[in-house]
């Protein structure tokens, strides 16, 4: 079966609190979308690479590979208003009966052994959806208060989210962007799937704030 | 009003997968408890410290604080066998009509501004809980499968979990240690009390892992 890997790096930067897009922020000396692409073409020679980005990013990003001479292929498509319509045009390019991993383009952390693991899955189950069990207790807005919830029973969401790609195509196809999906799993549920879970990692963390890149920067060198 | 800091650090280290317990893991140069308890003396001059550990760890922690000449005066309190009997272990040395934050000694990054606000709206409202929301989507299982939830709906909680000295010392009297309480927080609220959360902070976290002790010393790094 064809394997893709759908990358998304849609965002504009402004919760780092610079200009710089999140995605092509630093991180052992290159941006880290570099970083992300890397990990897919470790996981498997067979994986087809798509990089969904911001129309008026893309011509930054073609240079940047240039300077940083990174000669990984990769399919570049370019985005739309919201992550639900950039990987509704990456899909476009996603053949039937294969399998597609949809993945954060600001999760550069990601394991080869999740991204095998989650294509293995999919091919099995449908769907494999990266997640973690929660570290500290939570609490659940109920009316004006919290209230106390069992920890054991949720389960943070991660990329990839990978599946067979004739269903998640169709189910992107029929979904309208207005309902406000958090993420592919949710789009597959909304048409009465039920998803896959499969075992996250701390380390592969969604690069939205300064600090994130620090831990990031100190995960990669404590790897390297 | 008094108030204290009740830290507790009960932890064995099997999680971390040696034999230091995570406590005295290092951390920035001298053991992390330090650093904890650190930060509640510069929080305010008048903020008394109670720091719990197993009784088997009190000798090796007064030998640290001489290695390290370490001179923040704290009172030691030997814990019980789950956090809950060494939190009311802890309770039993502070007076009623006073404050206590109830803290993590795994969690030394903790900033002065939350110890303030956490003793300024406990005051206040009766308690204060640090809490953070969610950086990613959430699921919660439902019999065999999982369903996406709306991640603003919930919070995770950190310490400290700030309270009005008579009320948790009656609730942790009154309350058996057999009930599964994950944090101070479903104690207090055990007794029909609405605990009122204040924003934590995602630096403010947990070493339970080898990850989290790469994590904390980069942001340490970072802060100084």
Redesign the interface.
């Known amino acids: 079966m064809k394997r893709y890997a759908l990358i998304v790096a849609g965002g504009s930067g402004t919760r780092m609190g610079g200009s710089t897009p999140k995605q092509f922020l630093v991180l052992g000396q290159r941006p880290l979308l570099m970083h992300t692409i890397s990990q897919f073409a470790s996981a498997g020679n067979s994986i087809e690479i798509i990089v969904v980005l911001p129309q008026n990013q893309i011509e930054i990003w073609t240079s940047l590979c240039s300077y940083h001479q990174f000669v990984i292929e990769h399919k570049l498509v370019a985005g739309g208003k919201t992550r639900f319509e950039s990987v509704r045009n990456g899909l476009e390019w996603v053949e039937a009966d294969s399998l597609v991993a949809i993945h954060d383009g600001v999760r550069p952390l990601i394991s080869t052994t999740i991204i095998e693991e989650s294509f293995r899955i999919a091919k099995e189950k449908g769907s494999a959806i990266a997640?973690v069990s929660?570290?500290?207790?939570?609490?659940?807005?109920v009316g004006d208060?919290?209230?106390?919830?069992?920890?054991?029973?949720?389960?943070?969401?991660?990329t990839p989210q990978t599946f067979q790609s004739t269903m998640i195509k169709k189910y992107y196809g029929l979904a309208k962007s207005k309902e406000s999906f958090?993420?592919d799993?949710?789009v597959y549920?909304f048409f009465g799937e039920?998803?896959t879970?499969i075992q996250g990692d701390?380390?592969n963390l969604?690069i939205?704030?300064p600090?994130d890149l620090?831990?990031a920067?100190?995960?990669l060198n404590?790897n390297t």
């Open positions: 997640a929660l570290k500290d207790s939570i609490r659940e807005m208060s919290t209230v106390s919830k069992n920890r054991n029973n949720y389960f943070l969401v991660q958090t993420d799993a949710s549920e039920n998803v879970l701390y380390k969604k939205t704030t600090e620090i831990i920067q100190a995960l404590n």
